[in-house]
């Protein structure tokens, strides 16, 4: 089974910035997708970016221009800049075997952290 390490959630002020990490091990396939999502209080869980083994890049539409997703080695990254109140959730990282933002295609996932835009 795969381990995830994921940190770098915290508490920021709108138009602040955080950079979230995931690390994860044991993986058994040469393709995969790391993905990241996340789930506000009362609302669903939703894709915000993911990343394929072959450079494969996705962002949800209010992510574009904000943030980026890269990856160093075996750890992924979510580079998030100017935050707003509605950043605010869980964000969660992912393991799928296909290429995209559905929840349905991850079967895989880490224990979360808290992101929290508030002034």
């Known amino acids: 089974q795969l381990q995830f390490v994921e940190s770098g959630g915290g508490l920021v002020q709108p138009g602040g910035s955080l950079r979230l990490s995931c690390s994860v091990s044991?993986?058994?396939?040469?393709?995969?997708?790391i993905g990241w999502f996340r789930q506000a209080t009362g609302k669903e869980r939703e894709g915000v970016s993911c990343?394929?083994?072959?450079?494969g890049i996705l962002y949800e539409d209010s992510a574009k221009g904000r943030f980026t997703i890269s990856r160093d080695k075996g750890t992924v990254y979510l580079q998030m800049n100017s935050l707003q109140p509605d950043d605010t959730a869980v964000y969660y990282c992912?393991?799928?075997?296909?290429?995209?933002?559905?929840?349905?295609?991850?079967?895989?996932w880490g224990q979360g952290t808290q992101v929290t835009v508030s002034s």
């Open positions: 044991g993986f058994t396939s040469d393709y995969y997708v």
């Open positions: 990343l394929s083994s072959t450079g």
């Open positions: 992912a393991v799928a075997r296909r290429f995209g933002l559905s929840e349905a295609l991850y079967d895989y």
